[in-house]
C-alpha cells in the first residue's frame, strides 16, 4: 500500500498568514493527488485534484503543487473559514489512501 | 444540486450485521463510480470501497475484503454497503462518495461527500 504521510500535524496561524502544508508518497503517484477540507463535525469536502487543479467553486487562496512523491497545499492568505482539518490522499492505486491529516488551528 | 443522503447505522453487535443505504440525485447516477470512505471516532479518514458504472468493478481496502459487499441500483439511484462480521475497528462514520473517474490511468477521487452515518460495534 502506498503511504501518505502529512507535516505538520497540527498548523497554529493567525489570520492573513500564509501556510504551507506538505504530503509525502511512499513511492510515486505521479499527479494523482487530492486535497480535501474537513470542518469539525462536517463531511470532507474536495479542494484540489491532479496536485494542482482547483475544484468548482472553491476560492483562489488555495493552491496545490507537486508530483511524485512530494506535494503541497498552499493557503495565500488565511480567513476565519480556513480553520480545519486538511487530507491529502493519493488515488493512484488501490487501495486508496489518506494522510494523517493537518489540523490548522488559530494561533 | 447533487446530493448524496446516507442511511442504515446504528448500534450492532460483534460479529453482527448492517446494510448501509446511500440516496443520490442531482445528477445522472449511473455514469459515476461510486464508493465509501469511512472516519472512527477522532481519527482521519480511510477509504472503504467503490464500484463502477455498471457495478462489473468492485475494489475494497484490505481490512475489509470478504466482510463488506458494495453494491448499487441504478434503477433507484441508490448504493449500498453490506457489512458482515462487524467488529469494534468497524466503529466509524461512513460517507458516501461520488468518485470522478479517471484521468489517463489514475483511479478516481471524491468530489461528494453525504454527511455520513455512524456506525457503532459494541456489546
Known amino acids: 500500500d502506498i503511504q501518505m504521510t502529512q507535516s505538520p500535524s497540527t498548523l497554529s496561524a493567525s489570520v492573513g498568514d500564509r501556510v504551507t502544508i506538505t504530503c509525502r508518497a511512499s513511492?510515486?503517484?505521479?499527479?494523482?493527488l487530492a486535497w480535501y477540507q474537513q470542518h469539525s463535525g462536517k463531511a470532507p469536502k474536495l479542494l484540489i485534484y491532479q496536485a494542482s487543479s482547483l475544484e468548482n467553486g472553491v476560492p483562489s487562496r488555495f493552491s496545490g503543487s507537486g508530483s511524485g512523491t512530494e506535494f503541497t497545499l498552499t493557503i495565500s492568505s488565511l480567513q476565519p473559514d480556513d480553520f480545519a482539518t486538511y487530507y491529502c490522499?493519493?488515488?493512484?492505486?488501490?487501495?486508496?489512501?489518506f494522510g494523517g491529516g493537518t489540523k490548522v488551528e488559530i494561533k | 444540486e447533487v446530493q448524496l443522503v446516507e442511511s442504515g447505522g446504528g448500534l450492532v453487535q460483534p460479529g453482527g450485521s448492517l446494510r448501509l443505504s446511500c440516496a443520490a440525485s442531482g445528477y445522472t447516477v449511473s455514469v459515476y463510480w461510486m464508493g465509501w470512505v469511512r472516519q472512527a471516532p477522532g481519527k482521519g479518514l480511510e477509504w472503504v470501497a467503490n464500484?463502477?458504472?455498471?457495478?462489473?468493478?468492485?475494489n475494497y481496502v484490505d481490512s475489509v475484503k470478504g466482510r463488506f459487499t458494495i453494491s448499487r441500483d441504478d434503477a433507484t439511484d441508490s448504493l449500498h454497503l453490506q457489512m458482515n462480521s462487524l467488529r469494534a475497528e468497524d466503529t466509524a462514520v461512513y460517507y458516501c462518495?461520488?468518485?470522478?473517474?479517471?484521468?489517463?490511468?489514475?483511479?478516481?477521487?471524491?468530489?461528494?461527500w453525504g454527511q455520513g452515518t455512524l456506525v457503532t460495534v459494541s456489546s
Open positions: 464500484i463502477n458504472q455498471g457495478g462489473r468493478e468492485k
Open positions: 462518495v461520488r468518485d470522478r473517474c479517471c484521468v489517463g490511468n489514475s483511479k478516481g477521487w471524491h468530489d461528494y
Open positions: 490522499q493519493q488515488y493512484d492505486n488501490y487501495p486508496l489512501t
Open positions: 513511492q510515486s503517484v505521479s499527479i494523482w
